[in-house]
């Protein structure tokens, strides 16, 4: 089997495109609500990508392999990682009030 080695750009674009579907995923099964301007972030830049292969065209702004511009790729990490620490304060403020009601709820406490 002796395939072609994989085009760089087409990696490239694969990858930014799994990067924002996933950060979108990750927001919508967290419950974490994106600003609007973060969803027309994502939705245009995915846009974008699909369309030109790449969501900048200027050469100074990122590497030339590149799907993503440097701030473009700043920006989704914030995205992300806003949306992991909210997501975790839900997660531990649910806990905690599940930790409330067993105590408020067990037998043999009184």
């Known amino acids: 089997m002796n395939r072609p080695p994989p085009d760089p750009r087409t990696q490239a674009k694969r990858a930014a495109l799994n990067a924002l579907r996933r950060a979108r ?30 969501a900048f065209g200027d050469p100074e702004k ?3 392999r590149s799907a993503l ?3 473009q ?5 914030e995205i992300v990682t806003k949306t992991k620490q909210r997501a975790k304060s ?19 406490r009184r």
């Open 73 to 77: 790729r700043t920006k989704l990490k």
């Open 62 to 64: 990122g590497p030339a």
């Open 90 to 108: 839900r997660s531990a403020d649910d806990g905690a009030a599940v930790a409330d009601e067993t105590i408020e709820h067990d037998p043999r």
């Open 25 to 54: 995923r990750a927001a919508l099964r967290a419950g974490v609500a994106l600003s609007d301007w973060e969803g027309e972030f994502l939705g245009s830049v995915e846009h974008r990508v699909e369309t030109f292969g790449r």
């Open 69 to 71: 511009s440097v701030l």
